[in-house]
């Protein structure tokens, strides 16, 4: 008996219900006709196949059931509900030549053990691909011009703001403006001068979330996702045309003033890093973790009379009142830090699964990217590719395993039980010794929120948890 999957992708949630009961019947009557028993249907929706960055967690998980096999056929309505680039049509070769898989659609099933039915497959992959090129240069071309005219893309509305409709005369139909939201917009607004004035975009995450905010996909907010926010142009009722501000048409909830402010307290955006080179090397381990005990403004960090202070600088808008020297601030709070260590890392512990979940997701995403690598080859041995075509592709999937790899490195150092695992005291300050500043600073941000340095008068004075509040994460 032939277990077949059904793959369904929605390209657009508002007709989920619609597309979903368009796609499946058809594809169960298929089945039947061919005396196969459907053991799963596979769902991906909202996901763009064409788009690389985006994860089709359904996708990867029909790929991983075949690997398992569990599936023996996978069926959809149309070939371009599977792939719309011939990337994926190489990883779906690969685990087809492998596994035996057949590969259909409610037109017929292709034999992927042969050259013939390969190359039909990778032809229908190139047509999908150059549709979607197409419409991707027409939906950039027309961004373009919504940007030079300082109006709204589209799409899903931005935190701060609702969706307000209105008759569009030259069309005679209904469409959409972004209007500054009463329950958002105030919080938002609060947020940019509560950073302004010294607080931690991490503090305002935690009271957004404790408060029931949600971001517009109903998610909790992340310390970065408020970053992003209260960095985001569009929040300041801006857009940005190659490098340089337009008015947009909407009202904007924070100020021009307070947006470059913010620029200059954040940092530019991870987009901005990426394109410029700019790179964000950590000199001072307590930087952006450490605030004045008077005034609650963010401490600067620099080296002064040949010495390296935290300081509350009146020029960025603190009162000047805390001058502390770094090095024993900077061992008290790493003392304080090892002590706790072991019984918050039994508890990072029991969040493990979440972790290795995300853990398990990169590396099945990482097997499809080499599954894809290595139907390239067989796109080259049966003649349908040249090489320089096949080097070129070659050149882009296995960029992509990289970055995979580079992830999974990642989850697997940043994990607070993996970061640093000691038990005691002695073993927990050899690891920390052995780290560089910025996994320092890491490790210090995964367990504490904030650092608050109080004044404690003239002349020197022994650090103690009178003089210092450390304000550990929960």
């Not at 070769?93 to 037109?107: D, E, P, V, Y």
């Not at 971001?215 to 190659?242: I, M, N």
């Not at 700019?278 to 963010?298: D, E, I, Q, S, V």
């Amino acid at each position: 008996m032939v277990r077949a999957a059904i793959y369904i992708r929605i390209s657009r949630a508002r007709r989920e219900l619609l597309d979903a009961k368009r796609q499946e019947p058809p594809c169960r009557d298929f089945c039947a006709q061919q005396g196969w028993t459907v053991a799963k249907v596979y769902i991906d929706d909202n996901r763009s196949a064409y788009k690389r960055n985006v994860h089709r967690d359904d996708f990867e998980r029909m790929l991983a059931d075949v690997r398992a096999g569990h599936i023996d056929a996978i069926v959809t309505w149309q070939a371009d509900r599977l792939l719309r680039t011939v990337e994926d049509a190489s990883a779906i070769i690969s685990i087809a030549k492998h596994h035996g898989t057949i590969i259909a659609n409610i037109a017929g099933a292709l034999d992927m053990s042969t050259a013939a039915g390969r190359k039909t497959f990778h032809e229908l992959a190139v047509a999908s691909e150059y549709e979607s090129d197409l419409k991707s240069e027409r939906l950039k071309l027309k961004h373009l011009e919504l940007a030079a005219e300082g109006k709204w893309e589209g799409g899903m509305r931005n935190f701060g703001y609702d969706l307000e409709p209105y008759p569009d005369l030259a069309s005679g139909r209904v469409k959409y403006r972004l209007v500054p939201s009463p329950t958002e917009a105030p919080a938002l607004e609060a947020a940019a001068k509560e950073v302004i004035a010294g607080r931690s975009h991490t503090a305002i995450a935690k009271q957004w979330n404790k408060e029931g905010l949600t971001t517009v996909a109903g998610r909790p907010f992340s310390p970065q996702k408020v970053r992003e926010l209260l960095l985001s142009p569009k929040t300041a009722g801006l857009r940005y045309l190659d490098g340089k501000p337009v008015t947009a048409e909407w009202e904007g909830i924070i100020t021009l003033d307070q947006h470059q402010e913010l620029r200059a307290i954040l940092g530019p955006t991870r987009r901005e890093r990426a394109g410029t080179g700019l790179t964000t090397a950590r000199t001072y381990l307590l930087g952006g973790l450490a605030f004045c005990g008077k005034c609650g403004h963010r401490l600067t960090a620099k080296r002064s009379g040949g010495k390296r202070r935290y300081y509350c600088d009146t020029r960025l808008g603190g009162c000047g009142g805390i001058v502390r020297a770094a090095e024993p601030l900077e061992a008290w709070v790493v003392t304080r830090l090892l002590g706790e260590l072991p019984e918050r890392l039994l508890e990072a512990a029991r969040r493990a699964p979440q972790e290795w979940e995300t853990l398990g997701r990169l590396m099945t995403a990482r097997q499809t990217e080499e599954d894809r690598l290595e139907g390239l080859a067989d796109l080259l041995a049966d003649g349908t590719w040249d090489k320089p075509t096949y080097v070129r592709q070659k050149r882009r999937v296995q960029a992509r395993i990289n970055d995979l790899e580079d992830k999974i490195r990642h989850l697997r150092a940043t994990a607070p039980r993996r970061r640093i695992k000691g038990a005691t005291f002695e073993e927990l300050q050899a690891e920390w010794d052995a780290l560089d500043l910025e996994q320092q600073h890491s490790l210090l941000a995964d367990h504490i929120d904030k650092i608050v340095v109080k004044p404690v008068g003239r002349g020197r004075h022994r650090i103690t948890s009178e003089s210092v509040e450390v304000t550990w994460r929960q």
